[in-house]
């Protein structure tokens, strides 16, 4: 309430004081200054990735024109489109990780340790038996319906069970995206489509060209929608009761989050699979260093999730060069360390 008066004060004009209580470092130096390096960086790498590949590219045959057009095509129909799968994926799956993070109210919560990502491929594995014929629209739709109604029956496991602990909702997380896959590999066994829900499961951008990739342009706006209601998620992680008598409404503003991080995860899913935990370590190590201010760490959650997910494919596509390595398992072998060594610590901080 506003010293004085009746009325309650609106999210935004709380967020920022309450986000700077539970700030764990303050602010870096001259952020704007910052922000501006790491995003040149960022271009470079993507720079990077489009000059990089088995099929031969350079500037001087693209500046000095092919007679051919093999330059230019190649270019276009591939290394573009994959280059910005890239980034669209690593900066929603991100900040779909910083939203549950907050309204759980726990570092070690993101769609694939919450059962939302596999609740997503079970759904893709539906719209494959059901629908075959469906455009990627379509299979996209299907997939973030299944996805938020894993993430909803995360959450009332979540409050049936009662757990908070910092360690065991992940856990109780991981349990069911484990029932959830055996559901899925059963039905796939079933319908000889195992192929498939490998290729679904396993992150891989290697496929990605001109015409596959058009639905992460959603993930943008998604983003942006996240971002202009970052205050409203911020208060939100407070709990239900502060958020109230601070004149959220609560449940309007986790469904909303909740069906920002289904829709993300599906078009990530339909358009190159699953890559695990790159959203638990990017909004881990922001977090740590900024705060929980998701207006001021979200644009660094963004970018860090596109850069992270773009230096992990190169790194699988030059290790065994020509032939790559899927990105999902670059990024799970790192993520997973990153994962186990935050588990260990907490859990060491906690005795």
């Known amino acids: 309430m506003t010293p004085g008066h009746g009325r309650p004060m609106s999210p935004k004009a709380v967020a920022e004081p309450a986000a700077e209580t539970l700030a764990q470092a303050a602010a870096p130096h001259r952020p704007g200054r910052a922000f501006a390096l790491a995003l040149a960086g960022l271009l470079a790498l993507a720079l990077a990735s489009l000059l990089t590949g088995s099929g031969a590219l350079s500037l001087d045959a693209l500046v000095s024109g092919d007679p051919q057009g ?22 929603s799956m991100g900040v779909c990780a910083a939203l549950m993070q907050m309204l759980f109210r726990n570092r070690f919560v993101e769609p694939t340790t919450a059962g939302t990502a596999e609740a997503a491929t079970l759904g893709l594995l539906a719209a494959a038996l059901l629908a075959p014929g ?49 559901v899925t590999t059963f039905f796939a066994y079933r319908y000889d489509l195992l192929q498939s829900l490998a290729a679904w499961t ?87 260093v900024m705060g929980d201010n998701l207006r001021r760490t979200l644009p660094w959650i963004a970018l860090s999730g ?20 899927p990105v999902g398992s670059v990024a799970g072998v790192v993520g997973s360390a990153v994962f186990l060594y935050l588990l260990l610590r907490r859990r060491d901080r906690l005795g």
């Not at 591939?78 to 690593?90: A, D, K, Y």
């Not at 596109?306 to 390595?325: H, K, N, Q, S, T």
Request: charged share 10%.
């Open 70 to 91: 093999h330059a230019a095509l190649v270019l276009m129909a591939s290394r573009v489109p994959r280059t910005l799968s890239l980034l669209f994926s690593g900066m």
């Open 134 to 182: 469906l455009p990627m629209l379509g299979k996209m739709g299907g997939a973030a319906a299944f996805a938020l109604a894993g993430t909803l029956l995360f959450l009332k496991l979540v409050e049936r069970i009662g757990y908070r602990q910092t360690v065991m909702l992940p856990l109780v997380g991981l349990m069911l995206g484990g029932v959830i896959n055996a």
């Open 202 to 288: 396993n992150g891989d951008f290697s496929g990605v060209l001109r015409g596959r990739y058009e639905l992460l342009w959603i993930n943008v706006a998604l983003a942006l929608a996240a971002y202009l209601a970052a205050d409203r998620f911020t208060v939100a992680g407070l709990g239900d009761a502060v958020a109230r008598n601070l004149g959220l409404d609560y449940g309007r503003t986790v469904a909303i989050g909740v069906t920002i991080v289904a829709l993300a995860t599906a078009a990530c899913i339909v358009t190159a699979g699953t890559v695990p935990f790159l959203g638990l370590l990017v909004a881990n190590v922001v977090g740590l």
């Open 306 to 325: 596109a850069a992270f997910l773009l230096a992990c494919d190169m790194i699988g596509r030059l290790v065994r060069y020509p032939y790559e390595i």
